[in-house]
């Protein structure tokens, strides 16, 4: 190296940081003086450590882009949102939505609402997000219920806190519903564009910059880029710079990011191969209906217009097939280390199945359309990166599948993400004002998980321009506000997914009632009508209406009644009972008791619903209440903003450091943080009490 300059590698020893951070320093002109030889740098051995994050960031607009592409200014906004995925889509609609200039940017205007894994909204705890959204005012019930093709309620034979919907989509419909929304929508510009820089001015998001030097001017910016950062998709040995199904990666902005001190990180994921309905045998396979009676995902759809268009079906892998993979799993990425990013454990490849679960003879499948106007098929749970020629063996070995013509090949992709615990619970960076994050960028996984996200990030910043309250959602309103929770509070080592045991209080966080607990806060921020918020009122108050009834009408004992009781496995009446105290018991149903209750009003399904689970849970609601009183309690309960927590006596080390690094909003936040203890609690409390 030439004398007065070290290499990236000496400078990351010397400052403690990666390599690969140094050199995005370097590339981004974060580190004054730097010279650049080739692919590599020379650092002034003298030169200070960029900044690391926490603190205000700088980040020089660059005059020009790499190659001396001129920059030029391409106008303004308020919030530019980079990436029209999931997440992109649903803080575009609510920023321009509330009333500001907002300008949203994808790489391909064609995969606006892309789902690049299966085609299907909804499932356990996902379906609870999307009943969520919804409610908030955002858009992916309402896009899911016009492209579903089938509906099934998941886990209808446990209690109603589990419920969860999912509904298959036609995939290129859901996306041209989306992509309409979009350009129909006041206040929003949508382009085609890959987004390279952002400019930050002391502290503060002052731009955006496209790949071809168009520079737009802004007040907040949303990063939303899903799997195209640094993308990288897998196929055994075939590695390749690519975002999803063969569009282009984005590689630019990571160094950008980067530099502002923002903490990235490798996450991977995989999809399974998609064949040719036409080559495949159904008569080996078992058929999945959709259900007879459909429950939309809006509570604005009408249910009656709703028909179930498609079926699925069932298969299994077999002995053949695990052993094809374990003869060949010298040649799987994941078992190679070709694949560095961590993926999800609650979507594992079929590879990682057969290695963990040894003793399984099978694992099932489910062959699902991805259509109505395409032959694709979806064979989920068979994610793979095993090289083509081995997953056709794999494949070929599933009954009902022998012939199938793969149309695309199974892939693993491999993209940067943020480390959440940089964000706020606004989802706001905590190195750059008005900078914020969603999605998959945000390290969650699943459509529903991005769409949450960026809802509330596009809330935000909104909130944040119109100088108006923020929305930060609590672990109790809502699988929203668990999902973000965890998220910036506890961190995630993998992509996260959401599923009903992620929250404490699944019994008052049901789906059937998003509307109920989030609809009002929809109306406060300025996405739900008035109208709206008062059908919702008078549903609640139907539902009250209906319990009181309920409770005050008795039924007399009689022999048909008491037949009909013993039919259902309890006990005849002796004295009578008024109808709720029959609803309570386990084997009765609100339906089921419809030819006793002569009054019974016509209320539609979901008010006597509501009022059905209200009766027979009521002890449990009323436990889980008490425990968000407690938790209420100490959330209200804010730390201050600039606490110097390395000054707090009696807090240990380790949560010196933790809630210097995460810097919690409450006390309740803060008890989450892995490594503070309740003892560190106590000890704040005390010190606070003390230093008032
Ligand atoms: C191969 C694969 C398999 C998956 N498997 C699963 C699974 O099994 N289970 C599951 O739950 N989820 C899975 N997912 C994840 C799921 O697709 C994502 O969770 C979801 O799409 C995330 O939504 P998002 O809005 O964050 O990002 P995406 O939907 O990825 O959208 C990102 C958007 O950002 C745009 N963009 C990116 N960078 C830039 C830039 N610099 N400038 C402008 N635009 C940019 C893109 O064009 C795109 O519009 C999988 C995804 C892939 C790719």
Redo the contacts with the bound molecule.
Sequence with gaps: MIKGYISAAEAAKKWGITPRRVQNYCAAGAIEGVIRFGRSYGIPENAPKPNDGRKSAVYEEKTQLPGGIPIYEAGQCKVAV????????EAALAAARLGLDTII????LD????????PAIGGTG?GHLVREIDALGGEMAVASDKAAIQYRMLNRGKGPAVHSLRAQCDRRKYQEIMKHTLEKQANLQVKQ????EIGVRDGRVCSVT?ATGARFRCEAAII??????KGK?IVGEVVRDS???G?AA?G??SACLEAMGLPLRRFK???PPRVNARSVDYSRMEVQPGDEVIEPFSFQTDASTLVNSRVCYLTYTNAETHGAIKENLHRSPIYSGVIEGVG?RY?PSIETKVMTFPDKPRHQLFVEPMGLNTEELYIQGF?SSMPEEVQLRMMRSIPGLENAEMMRCA???EYDCVDPTALHPTLETKAVSGLYG????NG????????A??LVAGINAAMKILGRESMVLRRSDGYIGTLIDDLVTKGTEE?Y?MMTSRTEYRLILRQDNADERLCHIGNRVGLVSDERLEAVKEKYAAVEKEMYRLEHTGLAPSEELNSFLEAKGTAAVLNGSSLADLIRRPQISYAALGEFDKERPALPKAVWEQAEIRIKYEGYIRRQMKQVEEFTRLEKRLLPENMDYSGVIGLRLEAREKLGQIRPRSFGQASRISGVSPADIAALMVYLENNK
């Excluded at 939303?224 to 950062?229: E, P, Q, R, S, V």
């Excluded at 969603?438 to 960028?441: D, K, L, P, S």
């Design positions: 980079i990436g029209a995925g999931h997440a992109g889509i940017f994808t790489i391909n995969a606006i609402g892309n789902m690049p894994c299966n996902k564009a890959e987004v390279v496209t939303a880029t899903g799997t195209y950062l998709t975002g999803p199904d569009l984005a630019e902005l994921t995989g999809t999800p979507c994610s892939y693993a992709i969603a999605g998959q960028f969650s996984s699943g459509y529903e998980e991005a769409a996200q960026g992509p997914r």
